[in-house]
C-alpha cells in the first residue's frame, strides 16, 4: 500500500505536471522579463533624474546669474536716473542764470 500511494503520488505529480510545470516556466520567463524591463526602465529612470536634477541646477544658476544681472542693472538705471535728474536740475538752473543774465 505505501507503494500504490507513492505510486499514486508520483502518477499525480507526473500527468498534471507537464502542463503546470510549462505554465510555471512560461510565467516564470515571462516575469524575467517583466523584472529585467523594470531594472532596465529603473536604470533609465535614474540616468533621466540626474539629467533633470542636472538641468534643475543648471537653470538655477542661470536664474541666479539672470538674478544679479537684474540686481545690477537696476542699480545702474537708479544711478543713471539720479544722472539725468541732476542733469536736468542743472539745465533748469543754467537757463534761469541764462535769463537773469539776458534781462
Given at each position: 500500500?505505501?507503494?500504490e500511494?507513492?505510486?499514486?503520488?508520483?502518477?499525480?505529480?507526473?500527468?498534471?505536471?507537464?502542463?503546470?510545470?510549462?505554465?510555471?516556466?512560461?510565467?516564470?520567463?515571462?516575469?524575467?522579463?517583466?523584472?529585467?524591463?523594470?531594472?532596465?526602465l529603473?536604470?533609465?529612470?535614474?540616468?533621466?533624474?540626474?539629467?533633470?536634477?542636472?538641468?534643475?541646477?543648471?537653470?538655477?544658476?542661470?536664474?541666479?546669474?539672470?538674478?544679479?544681472t537684474?540686481?545690477?542693472?537696476?542699480?545702474?538705471?537708479?544711478?543713471?536716473?539720479?544722472?539725468?535728474?541732476?542733469?536736468?536740475?542743472?539745465?533748469?538752473?543754467?537757463?534761469?542764470?541764462?535769463?537773469?543774465?539776458?534781462?
Open positions: 500500500m505505501g507503494t500511494k507513492s505510486e499514486g503520488t508520483l502518477d499525480s505529480k507526473d500527468d498534471p505536471p507537464t502542463p503546470t510545470n510549462v505554465t510555471q516556466n512560461i510565467l516564470t520567463q515571462f516575469l524575467q522579463e517583466i523584472c529585467a524591463e523594470i531594472g532596465s529603473n536604470d533609465n529612470f535614474k540616468l533621466c533624474s540626474k539629467d533633470v536634477c542636472r538641468e534643475v541646477t543648471e537653470i538655477g544658476s542661470r536664474v541666479d546669474d539672470l538674478e544679479h537684474v540686481d545690477t542693472r537696476a542699480e545702474d538705471q537708479e544711478f543713471l536716473w539720479r544722472c539725468v535728474n541732476a542733469l536736468e536740475q542743472q539745465n533748469i538752473e543754467l537757463q534761469s542764470k541764462q535769463e537773469d543774465l539776458g534781462n
